[in-house]
């Protein structure tokens, strides 16, 4: 590939050079010949539309080719059920943390393949799982009281530790 890729670039150039190994004239200094060509003509026309022709081939073909080698990211849709939560890159290949359906699965992805390293499943019950949603709420909201009530306990701090807690910050701040 890379002599191929060699071999498009030097061949025409070194066609397109002059006489001398550094596209110079073997016979140096400047001419003043006052019958040179018009540089108009078929030449010029026929190289730009070799050049363009390879330029048209490798976007078109060659560097969608590249990029798909270059860029193996993993890609999944919004509302699809495979959802990658979490990914790390290692000298080998990537680990990725996904999730399909009720599954979550540790997954090793190298040159060698895919690899399913540990079921993650969290198995203990979330305990949000037996609240109401927001529309069932509402729905319950007129006249009755809501389906689950959960009561939180916030931890409150003794008015003396408090008032313990100011007189540091008084005494800190000068």
Known sequence: MKRALLALIFFPAAALANDGILGTRA???ISASSNQGSPVGAMPLVQMV??????????????PKVLTKVNKKIVTNM???????ESAAFAGGNLYVVQ?????????VSTAGVSCLADITDSTPNPLDNLPTFHE????????????VVEVE????????IEEALARLRRLSG
Do not use: D, Q
Not at 137 to 148: I, R
């Open 100 to 108: 399909a359906k009720s599954k979550t699965l540790l997954l090793s």
């Open 137 to 148: 709420m509402v729905e319950s909201a007129p006249g009755t009281p809501p389906m689950a």
């Open 27 to 29: 016979g140096g200094g």
């Open 79 to 85: 509302g699809s059920a495979i959802r990658i939560e």
């Open 50 to 63: 070799i050049a363009l022709a390879i330029v048209g081939f490798l976007v078109r073909w060659a560097l």
């Open 154 to 161: 916030v931890p409150t701090k003794a008015p003396n530790e």
